[in-house]
């Protein structure tokens, strides 16, 4: 069986396209190089969280016995190459393409190399190839594949400002993008262009090709922001050097981007494997949030923001679970979310991972460990992690496997940015006042006491309360069609976990002013409505400082208590000059 081992971020980086150095000069092998990463046990399972399928090569490329028709879909040479624009899919059709001379050769870019370099044979060369020219409309990351297709191909790119190339330079190259899962033949390559830039695109089979000469390639630019799974797993994965329990283990994804500013309300996370498992609901974890300060999406010097504690939920099953940010996190620029464990058993695997998907992104997915038991995640240069989905492959080790992204989401927050900090929820939790007839709601919604409706009243707040800038804004759902009425207090009674009143718990106490009474249509409300003051004025707030808010509203309809009221969930705000 074969033995695969992860790849160190000195290797990983090592294959950038950035870096002016052969393959050969790396190291005699990818396993001398390895630093201990592994992921499952030391020989490859097809039952085993962190393995893949035996690698099986195909036969040689057959003689073509056809005649030769016209080339449609891609020029047999580079000089005439068929000229594309924008983005979208192009055919191509290396069906009776020759073997060009140029691009033929070792090239002396490392990722160039090792990305087209043919697992078993180290073949760089691009057989039966066809050509297309294309000019880049925008600077950015543009992402050239054949990405899903059956379609055996290798694909090349380069910088085509001074025609087609002469030498041993590329941009990028690739073969078998995705051959660990699914048997796909797919190429993909990622690279970095200037607005007006041409570029060389050079598109044919592998020496082992025999899985059809037509398809289509797709040309589209890349957002750090965007989505980069397809919510189903592949494998499941750990990063411990000895397979013992103890040792922390961290994954991180990179998203956002270089002038956007982002509100992080939450991170959604799934644990495990849905074919393998590798993950137990009930194991103490993290999520993280961190700032990219060069936005260079590398997390070696990343700032640590917010972490949140919870626990491995809904393992081994494909959901991803949101744990709230509290508070959310604003912040500009390109930024990591992670999640963080402390392996439990030889046979934890917690860390959830597409491996298949046309989503993921070369170099955003992360994942490092700690052997001391506890992750430096202030400091992440003292437990670095290494890029999990490096762009190139070594003749000697195949490292296709690694071409994925964790099932890791922000919760970006969509509308007006959040204010203030929930408390005093309805959910009958300890310290948490029992609701009056254990009329208890979810935990997770940070709502007040159930109401007729079989719902919690909610309140929340959005804007910027500052005295000099005031616009904040209380803002009521999930209420019956009634009165409500929005009031302001200096405290969180009994400690921030309320008394009961009616059917429903007081949360905000000390001095209490009534803002404003208002009707609710469709069950929601808001303060300041029409021509009301703005908060800080009705409210009396002179200097910075605390104050709490609430909403009571009428619940005429026959339950719980005789008390036709019940109120939502306590909101705390703190006021800026």
């Known amino acids: 069986m074969l033995r695969r081992t992860l790849v160190p971020a000195s290797f990983a980086l090592a294959c950038s396209s950035a870096l002016a150095q052969s393959v050969d000069a790396l190291a005699p092998s990818v396993d001398a190089l390895a630093r201990g990463f592994v992921r499952g046990p030391s020989a490859v399972s097809a039952s085993a969280p962190g393995s893949v399928p035996p690698i099986t090569l195909p036969g040689p490329l057959p003689p073509n016995p056809f005649p030769t028709p016209p080339l449609v879909g891609g020029s047999d040479n580079c000089s005439t190459a068929d000229v594309i624009a924008g983005t979208g899919s192009f055919a191509f059709d290396f069906t009776s393409?020759?073997?060009?001379?140029?691009?033929?050769?070792?090239?002396?870019?490392?990722?160039?190399?090792?990305?087209?370099?043919?697992?078993?044979?180290?073949?760089?060369?691009?057989?039966?190839?066809?050509?297309?020219?294309?000019?880049?409309?925008?600077?950015?990351?543009?992402?050239?594949?054949?990405?899903?297709?059956?379609?055996?191909?290798?694909?090349a790119v380069y910088d085509g400002t001074s025609g087609c190339p002469t030498g041993a330079v590329c941009m990028g190259c690739n073969d078998d993008w995705h051959y660990a899962y699914g048997f796909q033949y797919d190429s993909r390559v990622v690279v970095n262009v200037s607005a007006g830039q041409n570029i060389k695109i050079q598109i044919g089979s592998s020496s082992y090709g025999t899985f059809g000469t037509t398809g289509t390639i797709s040309i589209g630019y890349l957002a750090y922001s965007d989505i980069k799974d397809d919510g189903t797993t592949e494998n499941a994965y750990a990063a411990d050097t000895s397979g013992t329990s103890g040792q922390a283990m961290f994954a991180l994804s990179a998203f956002g981007e270089p002038t956007t500013t982002t509100?992080?309300?939450?991170?959604?996370?799934?644990?495990?494997?849905?074919?393998?498992?590798?993950?137990?609901?009930?194991?103490?974890?993290?999520?993280?949030?961190?700032?990219?300060?060069?936005?260079?999406?590398?997390?070696?010097?990343?700032?640590?923001?917010?972490?949140?504690?919870?626990?491995?939920?809904?393992?081994?099953?494909?959901?991803?679970?949101?744990?709230?940010?509290?508070?959310?996190?604003?912040?500009?620029?390109?930024?990591?979310?992670?999640?963080?464990?402390?392996?439990?058993?030889?046979?934890?695997?917690?860390?959830?991972?597409?491996?298949?998907?046309?989503?993921?992104?070369?170099?955003?997915?992360?994942?490092?460990?700690?052997?001391?038991?506890?992750?430096?995640?202030?400091?992440?240069?003292?437990?670095?992690?290494?890029?999990?989905?490096?762009?190139?492959?070594?003749?000697?080790?195949?490292?296709?496997?690694?071409?994925?992204?964790?099932?890791?989401?922000?919760?970006?927050?969509?509308?007006?940015?959040?204010?203030?900090?929930?408390?005093?929820?309805?959910?009958?939790?300890?310290?948490?006042?029992?609701?009056?007839?254990?009329?208890?709601?979810?935990?997770?919604?940070?709502v007040g006491c159930l109401s007729s409706l079989g719902i919690g009243g909610k309140l929340r707040a959005s804007g910027v309360a500052s005295l000099a800038a005031d616009t904040a804004l209380l803002q009521g759902t999930q209420m019956p069609s009634s009165t409500c009425l929005y009031f302001q207090g200096t405290t969180q009674t009994n400690g921030g976990n309320g008394f009961t009143f009616g059917d429903g718990l007081r949360c905000a106490g000390g001095t209490i002013i009534r803002l404003g009474a208002t009707t609710n249509v469709a069950g929601s409300s808001s303060y300041p409505f029409g021509a009301a003051q703005p908060i800080h004025i009705r409210g009396a707030i002179t200097v910075p400082g605390v104050r709490t808010y609430q909403g009571w509203y009428r619940n005429a309809a026959s339950f719980c208590t005789p008390f036709t009221f019940n109120l939502t969930n306590g909101l705390e705000i703190s006021w800026a000059p």
């Open 97 to 155: 393409a020759t073997t060009g001379s140029e691009g033929q050769i070792s090239f002396l870019g490392g990722d160039c190399n090792a990305g087209c370099a043919e697992y078993g044979n180290a073949q760089v060369a691009i057989p039966r190839d066809v050509w297309f020219t294309w000019t880049a409309p925008t600077s950015g990351r543009i992402d050239i594949s054949t990405c899903g297709q059956i379609t055996d191909t290798k694909l």
């Open 263 to 446: 509100t992080i309300t939450g991170i959604q996370v799934a644990w495990g494997s849905l074919q393998y498992g590798g993950a137990t609901n009930g194991t103490p974890a993290r999520v993280a949030i961190w700032k990219d300060p060069t936005n260079d999406a590398d997390p070696i010097d990343a700032i640590l923001l917010q972490t949140q504690p919870t626990t491995v939920q809904l393992a081994n099953s494909d959901t991803l679970v949101s744990v709230d940010l509290i508070p959310p996190v604003t912040l500009t620029g390109i930024y990591f979310v992670g999640v963080v464990e402390n392996r439990i058993t030889a046979q934890d695997f917690p860390f959830a991972y597409d491996g298949n998907g046309c989503l993921s992104q070369p170099n955003t997915t992360w994942l490092g460990q700690n052997p001391s038991g506890t992750a430096d995640l202030v400091n992440l240069g003292n437990n670095p992690p290494f890029a999990f989905t490096a762009l190139c492959q070594s003749p000697t080790a195949y490292n296709g496997e690694f071409h994925g992204s964790w099932l890791l989401r922000p919760v970006v927050q969509i509308g007006p940015i959040p204010l203030g900090t929930t408390f005093c929820s309805g959910d009958g939790v300890a310290p948490h006042s029992a609701c009056p007839c254990n009329n208890d709601s979810g935990t997770i919604d940070a």
